[in-house]
């Protein structure tokens, strides 16, 4: 049977109390789910998360994460520290770190590969806005962020990385690209897999898509023959829309 990859990315929501409530509630809702789950909470919230989720089938994932191991870097939170707290994957390069906090590929290659020395499982996170779409660009965009984001990674370590396509255009907007659409953005990026990794690693990198993932389309996105998961905003905040979206096939 075909395994699916759904992550929530709550982003900045949800005091320590209010983040417990939901991953208690997430927990009971999910304790029959079918795919591998994982809910990314503020970093505030990671430790009391952390005692909700252990020994449950939900896994506990950061949104970001220092390009350091330790050291003088101000406000910065480390790899050592996730892993500390039971975090087991990161968002790494969201497209809201890269427009809002400026980051760009090198930082997050940099990101990638400690997240991967340190035993953490990457999501990275690659999309092109509207204007780079309509300028005919998404192709170039997309690549490169795929490339230099996976720049001197090796092929034994590819396994541990899952990328999300996530349109910028499509981000909190309810605009979803349409299955069809992020089919075919997802074969483009297996594309780009194979003349890095080879045919094999490019099959069976886990791709999910993000924008406006919703339970009423989640099931058509995922039927897509490049479609592996999703990875959900919004409706990732409450147990009444990311319920269904994770058990989209019971
Ligand atoms: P929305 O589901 O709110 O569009 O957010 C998607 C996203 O950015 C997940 O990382």
Redesign the pocket.
């Known amino acids: 049977m075909r395994s699916y990859y759904i992550a929530g990315?709550w982003?900045m929501h949800k005091t320590t109390g209010e983040a417990v409530a939901l991953a208690q509630a997430l927990v009971t809702e999910l304790a029959s789910c079918k795919e591998r789950v994982m809910i990314a909470p503020p970093f505030t919230a990671l430790a009391a998360v952390a005692e909700v989720v252990k020994g449950t089938n939900l896994r506990l994932g950061a949104q970001n994460m220092g390009s350091e191991l330790q050291g003088a870097h101000t406000g910065e939170v480390s790899a050592l520290m996730l892993r500390d707290l039971g975090v087991s994957a990161v968002?790494l390069g969201?497209?809201?770190r890269r427009h809002s906090y400026h980051e760009d590929d090198a930082l997050i290659n940099r990101k990638v590969l400690l997240a991967l020395e340190q035993g953490l499982e990457p999501i990275l996170?690659v999309g092109e806005t509207l204007e780079e779409r309509e300028a005919g660009s998404l192709e170039s965009v997309v690549g490169t962020q795929v490339r230099e984001g996976l720049k001197n990674v090796s092929a034994a370590q590819l396994p541990a990385i899952t990328i999300?396509y996530?349109p910028v255009w499509?981000?909190?907007?309810g605009k979803t690209a349409t299955p069809l659409d992020a089919d075919a953005v997802h074969a483009y990026i297996r594309v780009v897999l194979e003349s890095l990794y080879g045919a094999e690693a490019a099959r069976s990198m886990c791709i999910q898509y993000?924008?406006?993932?919703?339970p009423d389309n989640v099931a058509e996105l995922m039927a897509q023959p490049n479609i592996d998961g999703a990875?959900?905003?919004?409706?990732?905040l409450k147990v009444e829309s990311f319920g269904p979206i994770a058990n989209f096939r019971a």
């Open positions: 990315n982003k968002i969201h497209s809201e996170c999300a996530e499509a981000i909190g907007t993000g924008g406006s993932v919703k990875l959900v905003g919004g409706a990732a």
